[in-house]
């Protein structure tokens, strides 16, 4: 185990964090890789009520339109040292190795800039870490985005252009545990990311809390986790 791996299995949310989420709660948006989350941050942030908490994260700078995704827009990008020393510093309201060697983290500061703004925040972040501020932060829910279909989502995955077929069976096995999470998490909202226009009205309007809205989502989230679970039988 890693010192970043060490530093983050120890940490636990600080008490100005969770003030901070109390007194100005978060719209949280969660979803497997090509669920569409970050544009769908980008819509609702163009209605002027929501900006995303810009996350820290280790990883490197991906391609985004004809460049590269932009430092303090898309992440802030850090190296393991700052990730470190920030998670010394209690610097973070969550923070999650994801896929094994990448720091996501949700920094106070950052989201203290949105709640300053006036603006309500957007935090997009994984399932793991959505589950931990459930645990500290009670009243705390989380809206999980789904592709419309299996093939939808894979297509969306395969035209990115950038992972082998080694990284992609390894978000659709973490795939296959967020597609889990509705069904055994009441406080997860399974949300269909079918169009962005009709998907940001079911948010904003709440249509998702409706009995037969969930019914329906949660119908879509079997279905995918099995057709997940499928190819990655096939992908042994």
Not at 76 to 83: H, R, S
Request: charged content about 25%; glycine content about 8%.
């Amino acid at each position: 185990m890693n010192l970043l791996e060490q530093a983050i299995n120890k940490y636990q949310m600080p008490e100005n964090a969770r003030k901070l989420l109390h007194e100005h709660p978060s719209l949280n948006i969660a979803g497997p890789t090509g669920a569409g989350k970050g544009t769908m941050a980008q819509h609702l942030t163009q209605t002027g009520n929501y900006i995303p908490v810009v996350s820290d994260t280790t990883r490197a700078k991906r391609t985004f339109g004809n460049g590269y995704e932009v430092n303090g827009v898309h992440y802030w990008f850090i190296d393991d040292q700052t990730g470190l020393k920030k998670l010394s510093d209690g610097e973070y309201i969550e923070a999650k190795l994801v896929h094994g060697d990448t720091l996501y983290g949700t920094s106070i500061t950052s989201y203290k800039r949105v709640v300053d703004s006036g603006r309500t925040p957007i935090l997009e972040i994984d399932v793991q870490g959505m589950e931990d501020l459930m645990a500290a932060a009670p009243g705390f829910e989380a809206i999980l985005l789904l592709p419309p279909s299996f093939e939808i989502w894979e297509q969306r995955i395969d035209g990115r252009g950038d992972m082998d077929l080694e990284q992609k069976v390894r978000r659709f096995r973490t795939a296959l545990l967020e597609y889990s999470k509705p069904l055994e998490n009441e406080h997860f909202f399974p949300v269909i990311n079918t169009e962005v226009l009709e998907t940001a009205e079911i948010i904003m309007s709440g249509e998702y809390r409706e009995a037969s809205y969930r019914k329906k989502a949660l119908a879509l989230a079997v279905e995918l986790r099995s057709a997940t679970q499928n190819f990655l039988d096939s992908h042994q």
